[in-house]
């Protein structure tokens, strides 16, 4: 099968299409025919050595994958070959590839209301703002950054749907897109400092990171929460809260009712084949996205 690979790391152009033997699933796994796959921030920060969870390359990344099964591994139930579905991948085998391996309990049927490249969208992606919300009630002040982004634009979204009230940062060129999305209130910060203009927030989700961190602090109420989904900066304060994505497919299962229901709706930017997958790295490093971008598999 073809897969991207890469033998060092460095820039986009370490990236390159190889020949790789297909994988064969296990007990308790899927194989699945990759439709789609998504760019996440991690993706380009571990081909750039900027993270370090996969080891040394050679190594194929993907976390995203929506697809069709085609080979169930022993003791799977709940999926038959032909399924279409869509999931997270972990591992040094991800989805920048034709075929991907993936455990069973990681899949969930792929939304019947979207196609393969705005499921793709979703996985890693509405996991991170499913579970990091996931005590977030109805009434409470939400400071969400980085909120036109590929986690930003579905926390906004999963937030409303708990029936929170959100206050979002982006830029001038992206508010309109925030505010249909449900955003109450949208912060330029460009132009102005969040920090200057906001107090008594019950939460913020920390999608930049770097000073936004402790800013964020300033703005919370006594009993606040800040749940940080960048982890560049482990503060010392009880309101402080690092949060890792999990994969499941049940979690998958509630998004999808959601999806369905066009309830939580996917951006996606571009849609590049996989041939272009330095393109892609470039585009997702501007941190200029909008949404998601997604990877289809080469042309024929």
Request: charged content about 20%.
């Amino acid at each position: 099968m073809k897969a991207i690979s890469q033998h060092r790391v460095g820039g986009p152009e370490v990236l390159e299409t190889v020949e790789l033997p297909a994988p064969t699933p296990a007990a308790g796994e899927v194989l699945v025919r990759v439709a789609a796959t998504s760019v996440n921030a991690a993706d380009w920060k571990l081909r750039a050595g900027l993270i370090d969870k996969l080891g040394p390359p050679p190594f194929t990344l993907g976390f995203d994958v929506s697809g069709v099964v085609s080979e169930l591994g022993p003791e799977v139930t709940g999926f038959a070959v032909g399924d279409e579905v869509y999931g997270m991948v972990l591992g040094r085998s991800g989805a920048y590839a034709e075929y991907v391996v993936v455990p069973a309990n990681y899949l969930a049927p792929k939304p019947a209301a979207l196609n393969h490249a705005h499921a793709a969208a979703l996985p890693s992606a509405a996991l991170t703002a499913w579970q990091a919300l996931t005590d977030l009630r109805a009434g409470q002040r939400i400071l969400i950054h980085a909120a036109a982004g590929g986690v930003g634009h579905l926390a906004v979204q999963v937030a409303k749907e708990r029936g929170a009230y959100v206050i979002a940062t982006a830029r001038a060129v992206n508010h309109d897109f925030v505010a249909e999305l449900g955003a109450d209130e949208v912060i330029d910060y460009t132009t102005t400092a969040f920090d200057t203009v906001l107090t008594d927030v019950d939460v913020v989700f920390d999608l930049v990171g770097s000073d936004y961190t402790p800013r964020s602090l300033t703005v919370l109420r006594p009993d606040g929460r800040l749940i940080d989904a960048q982890g560049e900066a482990a503060l010392d304060d009880p309101r402080y809260h690092r949060h890792y994505v999990a994969p499941s497919g049940a979690d998958l299962r509630e998004i999808s009712a959601l999806a369905d229901s066009g309830r939580l709706r996917p951006a996606v930017a571009h849609v590049f084949s996989m041939a272009e997958v330095a393109e892609a790295h470039r585009r997702s490093e501007s941190g200029r996205v909008r949404g998601k971008l997604v990877l289809v598999p080469w042309p024929a």
